[in-house]
């Protein structure tokens, strides 16, 4: 390599306000979590850490966006408008690298480094070495299975992690920040936490007043007043309030929130507990398990679960395990054969003792109501054991779950956005549909007989058994003498 070529390139040094986070990292800290104003440079600065650490430290890094799309559009082709050159090449320059393929996103360093673009919708699909140092850039709009799946590569093989994103109402990106701040990173005592950082727009004074206000205008005159404002607030005064912009049920989930319909309890078995699936392949084919329970207004939402493999019965006999065997509520599409068999996933949910029925099929419009009054009426389950965690992951998804955007038109869509929640809001269209079913089935439990009374139970050949104890006999025998005599 030549000995001229400096890293950072191009004279490049954190803005005044990046330098807490730009020395905590180069000290070491290595989970740090930055909420920064749109436009505070966060791509900027994590590319740079990307540029260090493949020439000190030789392994594979990745720059994550919510979409492999999206990350070619935001970051790979991405143009600095103030020196007109790709922000890849200002961070990247040529003398480093060894080779590189646009199509794949991909650059190969002279060190033995790998970088690479990609998008957290295909994360679990990508082959090579395991990442050593990953920016999870828009994260409050990633697939937050995608932190699961690869926290404990990084942990085993001492790599970093960035999270850099503005807000997007209170979702996974708000959990994550409350979670951090609890383990916060100090370089003597605390060399393994987290460094957290909020940053306004008032604060680091990149963008003006003016500039801000001529954002409002321009998001009025697209979304609305009252839409522009929120945004303005999340993307500039990192707001957490509010819900996700194009969200179908965020306000009604917050609404829960603030009701307290997110509260722990405990599974009443007495009920059979029922599952509304989405089917598709493993994370693909979110189940909600729900109760209706008599005298309750609606159901009780009390697991969630993603599987973690292909196989459909391995997926029924995880419900087993929990003593789920109420009825398995699924789309039409269960008919299909199942992926390399000549049986439908029907006829395999039959053969392994579950009970599938399929909900009416209706337009998706009338599945989102059907959802928003769901919401409107259900308990959640919420705790911090294993049932809670798998929960939460639900939880994310129904906030995230938004319509798409046409910027044609101006103006939203009623097709859902095709992320990682899709799946996970289209199961709750499932149960928005089917539990009223259940409740009209549901019975209260017969109440005890009175003291005194025997019970009395049929048998199948037609007799009836009579049960008492001995007390209750001979009271019994005593008052029938004293009505003979």
């Known amino acids: 390599m030549n000995a001229s070529i400096r890293i950072p390139a191009l004279g490049w040094r954190p803005r005044e306000y990046q330098l807490p986070a730009w020395n905590a990292w180069e000290r070491g800290?290595?989970?740090?979590?930055?909420?920064?104003?749109?436009?505070?440079?966060k791509d900027e600065i994590d590319l740079q850490k990307h540029a260090v650490s493949a020439v000190t430290r030789p392994g594979t890094y990745w720059h994550m966006l919510p979409e492999a799309a999206q990350a070619r559009k935001a970051i790979w082709n991405a143009v600095n408008p103030h020196s007109g050159r790709r922000r890849i090449d200002e961070a990247f320059p040529k003398e480093i690298i060894e080779n590189q393929n646009d199509n794949e996103m991909f650059i190969r360093?002279?060190?033995?480094?790998?970088?690479?673009?990609?998008g957290s919708d295909n994360f679990n699909s990508l082959v090579g070495s395991p990442p050593v140092g990953?920016?999870?850039?828009?994260?409050?709009?990633?697939?937050?299975s995608a932190w699961a799946f690869l926290s404990p590569i990084l942990e085993e093989n001492g790599g970093w992690a960035s999270f850099i994103t503005t807000p997007r109402g209170n979702n996974h990106a708000k959990g994550m920040y409350d979670a951090a701040k609890l383990d916060a990173y100090d370089p003597v005592t605390n060399p393994k936490g987290w460094f957290t950082q909020i940053l306004r727009a008032d604060q680091t004074k990149a963008i003006g007043a003016e500039g801000i206000e001529r954002q409002r205008k321009i998001y009025a005159s697209l979304f609305g007043k009252e839409i522009a404002n929120l945004l303005i607030?999340?993307?500039?005064?990192?707001?957490?309030?509010?819900?996700m912009v194009g969200s179908y049920w965020g306000a009604d989930i917050s609404e829960a929130e603030k009701q307290g319909r997110f509260r722990s309890f405990e599974i009443d078995f007495?009920?059979?507990?029922?599952?509304?699936?989405?089917?598709?392949?493993?994370?693909n084919n979110p189940i909600w398990c729900f109760q209706c329970i008599p005298g309750e207004p609606g159901p009780r939402i009390v697991d969630f679960y993603r599987p973690d493999s292909d196989d459909l019965e391995d997926w029924c006999k995880w419900l087993d395990s929990k003593g789920y065997h109420g009825n398995d509520y699924v789309p039409h599409d269960i008919m299909v054969k199942n992926w390399g068999s000549n049986r439908t996933r029907y006829e395999?949910?039959?053969?392994?003792?579950?009970?599938?029925?399929?909900?009416?099929?209706?337009?998706?419009?009338?599945?989102?109501?059907?959802?928003?009054?769901?919401?409107?009426?259900?308990?959640f389950y919420q705790g911090d054991d294993e049932r809670g965690e798998?929960?939460?992951?639900?939880?994310?998804?129904?906030?995230?779950?938004r319509r798409e955007w046409d910027d044609a038109r101006k103006t939203f869509l009623e097709n859902p956005v095709k992320d990682w929640a899709e799946h996970i809001g289209s199961g709750w269209r499932y149960l928005g549909?089917?539990?009223?079913?259940?409740?009209?089935?549901?019975?209260?439990?017969?109440?005890?007989?009175?003291?005194?009374?025997?019970?009395?139970?049929?048998?199948?050949?037609?007799s009836v058994e009579i049960k008492v104890n001995v007390k209750e006999a001979v009271e019994a025998m005593v008052r029938r003498r004293r009505n003979e005599a």
């Open 348 to 379: 395999i949910l039959k053969d392994c003792g579950r009970k599938p029925r399929m909900v009416t099929k209706v337009a998706v419009a009338d599945g989102i109501t059907a959802g928003r009054s769901t919401i409107k009426l259900a308990l």
């Open 390 to 401: 798998r929960l939460q992951a639900g939880y994310d998804g129904l906030k995230n779950y």
């Open 433 to 462: 549909l089917a539990w009223r079913e259940e409740l009209v089935k549901t019975e209260e439990p017969p109440p005890p007989p009175p003291k005194g009374e025997p019970i009395v139970t049929g048998r199948p050949n037609g």
């Open 109 to 118: 360093f002279k060190t033995g480094s790998t970088f690479q673009v990609v």
């Open 270 to 283: 007495r009920y059979p507990v029922h599952t509304a699936w989405d089917l598709g392949k493993a994370v």
């Open 134 to 144: 990953i920016t999870f850039s828009e994260w409050a709009l990633a697939n937050p």
């Open 233 to 243: 607030d999340q993307e500039y005064y990192c707001s957490f309030a509010g819900a």
């Open 29 to 41: 800290c290595k989970r740090q979590l930055l909420i920064w104003h749109r436009r505070a440079g």
